[in-house]
């Protein structure tokens, strides 16, 4: 069974989203009112935001949480015996605690809070150096974001590793056929992402962490687009290790976790040291505090533990499962939409259900820059460029190509914009 | 159009960008360059071929946006029949302009249509897509001067 029939299909009998006007099939969008950003203008004009996969916005009571933890309970951590000090390290506390109930993690422990998801990445491959020889394998995918490919790149040219990749196949999905024949006796890490921030694929992340672990290798996964957007349990996907961050999850800015089962954490070395990751430190020696503060070297970002919990809140109070089935009515309606305006080659998976709630297009009439400053004189923001995954658009031909991503609060309302919209830059290009 | 658009798109940007002059690689050339805009992954080739110090022709190879492509277009059609000088002190000036909200290009440089691409400094993300191939222009001309292979001009340096 592979992953994608597991869990990350939106489960027969969801809820469509009850209480929208005429439900899933053409909703107005969930909890838009508790997003402020959502009511301001751009350039005259209602902003219509399709660039969640970026970042998502932010709910009131995650704005109103980190500004709550300045106005009341601001201090540092794990330090000082002062009641602000052990607030702030309750609410710090807290936070890995409910990160780990949302992701169905069993121990506190096997959260670290960092300060991204590039930055979870980056220990990951940091932290693994010490174990890793001359002529060792990690095997990436052809779909990752350059936050799980440069730090592997990084690694394999500092300790001469062998760097090999799974490719992606013309219709956006992993080569699963090649991967008996790239996972070899000296494969140490896997490293993939589990929804591509371009393409959307949802690739099945069990199924190639059950033939990783027959090899004997690790495998870190890149969940930055898949936390709050489709069920994540980190036991039934299986990887070792899991990166994510709180921004593109409706929480605040830099803050991003490293989920992992204990044994690998345990093999990772530190990568930052200072304060806070100790244990004893002499003149000349130095003992790592246990897991996970060795990794939490510095002052965190207390604020933004303080508001994430919010977010979780949110997405639980509509379940993830829901919030599923909203992105998945979306993104099949600007799929159906954007393929008949013609002359557009959209990426990725056709089938909505096998993909994240984004789609990446190009026009070859339309630059991606040009379309996308267009779109923002209407009001509508989405991403152009190519998004941080420059192997993946050498594949795909393109130089760059336009995204729209959602979140919950994105309505059908808003995908006609898209399409009215790049019908106003074609008009403007006469194409 | 409210928002600028027609101040960034002007007729005359759309349509170098439609029928970009110069715009097929040279056979022959003097000096070339290549350059590229790493955060948006626009790429092109400036080729020159001169006689003495005089450009005879120019071959401007965009991948990139209508900006991009429209600058290159307009490069490639105001640098033929100047001096690598005379084409370099365009290319300062173009760059120096992009960066004065209120500055205008001296007429005596005989700017043509580049100033149709002032519109660009209402919008900073979009500078760097003018500027690139006139970076690249003034590599190909510096190459030239000191007899060297062009290194690869990026918008970051």
New interface residues.
């Given amino acids: 069974m592979t992953s994608r029939d597991q869990a990350l299909n939106a489960p027969a009998g969801v809820e469509p989203c009850a209480g929208q006007r005429d439900g899933c099939e053409r909703c107005g969008g969930l909890a838009r009112e508790r997003f402020p950003i959502l009511r301001r203008a751009v350039h005259g004009l209602p902003l219509v935001y399709l660039d969640s996969a970026a970042t998502s916005q932010k709910p009131e009571q995650v704005i109103a949480a980190e500004a709550r933890y300045y106005r009341e309970h601001n201090a540092n951590v794990h330090r000082g015996m002062h009641a602000l000090a052990a607030e702030a390290t309750d609410l710090y506390e807290q936070c890995r605690r409910r990160v780990g109930r949302f992701l169905g993690v069993t121990r506190p422990e096997q959260v670290v809070t960092l300060r991204s998801a590039t930055a979870a990445l980056n220990l990951a491959a940091g932290g693994l150096a010490h174990r890793l020889r001359p002529g060792d394998e990690i095997l990436v995918t052809g779909m990752e974001h350059h936050a799980n490919l440069v730090p592997w790149i990084a690694l394999a040219r500092r300790e001469g590793l062998v760097l090999r990749h799974l490719p992606v196949t013309d219709g956006g999905e992993l080569d699963l056929g090649r991967l008996p024949d790239l996972l070899t006796d000296r494969t140490r890490v896997v490293a993939l992402t589990h929804v591509s921030n371009v393409l959307g694929t949802i690739n099945p992340v069990a199924e190639i962490v059950a033939a990783a672990h027959r090899r004997g290798a690790l495998v870190v996964v890149d969940a930055a687009q898949s936390v709050g957007h489709l069920p994540v349990n980190f036991a039934a996907l299986g990887a070792d290790l899991l990166a994510f961050s709180a921004h593109k999850c409706y929480g605040p800015m830099g803050l991003g976790f490293l989920v992992g089962t204990p044994e690998a954490l345990a093999q990772l070395e530190p990568v930052e040291f200072g304060g806070e990751m100790i244990e004893t430190v002499t003149m000349d020696a130095a003992t790592w505090a246990a897991v996970p503060l060795r990794f939490e070297a510095g002052t965190p970002h207390v604020a933004a533990t303080a508001a994430f919990p919010a977010a979780l809140d949110l997405v639980e109070e509509y379940t993830v499962e829901r919030l599923r089935t909203h992105e998945i009515s979306l993104t099949g309606y600007a799929w159906e939409r954007l393929s008949a305006l013609g002359g557009l080659t959209l990426h990725g998976p056709a089938d909505p259900a096998a993909r994240g709630g984004l789609i990446s297009f190009h026009d070859p009439q339309l630059h991606a820059h040009d379309l996308a400053q267009l779109l923002d004189a209407r009001g509508v923001a989405v991403r152009a460029g190519h998004h941080c995954a420059q192997p993946l658009h050498r594949r795909l031909g393109v130089a760059a190509t336009a995204r729209a991503s959602f979140g919950l609060y994105n309505s059908h309302d808003d995908v006609d914009a898209l399409i009215e919209g790049i019908r106003y830059a074609r008009s403007v290009f006469g194409t | ?5 027609d101040d ?2 002007r007729e005359v940007i ?1 349509d170098h ?2 029928r970009p002059r110069g715009s097929s690689a040279l056979a022959h050339p003097d000096t070339e360059a290549a350059g590229k805009n790493p ?5 092109l080739t400036l080729q020159l071929a001169c006689d003495g110090d005089v450009i005879r022709e120019a071959g401007v190879v965009t ?5 991009a ?1 429209a600058s290159g277009s307009i490069l490639a059609e105001l640098v033929v029949g100047r001096t690598l000088d005379e084409a370099r002190r365009l290319a300062d000036a173009f760059r120096a302009v992009l960066h004065d909200p209120e500055g205008e290009l001296p007429d005596d440089l005989a700017p043509g249509d580049l100033d149709a691409l002032l519109g660009v400094r209402r ?1 900073p993300m ?1 500078v760097k ?1 003018a500027v690139l191939p006139w970076i690249t222009l003034t590599e190909a001309v510096a190459a030239r001067h000191e007899g060297r292979v062009a290194a690869e001009t990026t918008t970051e340096a």
């Fill in positions: 159009m409210s928002t600028g658009m960034l798109y759309l960008h439609r955060s948006c992954g626009d790429e991948r990139g946006c209508a900006i492509t919008f979009r897509c």
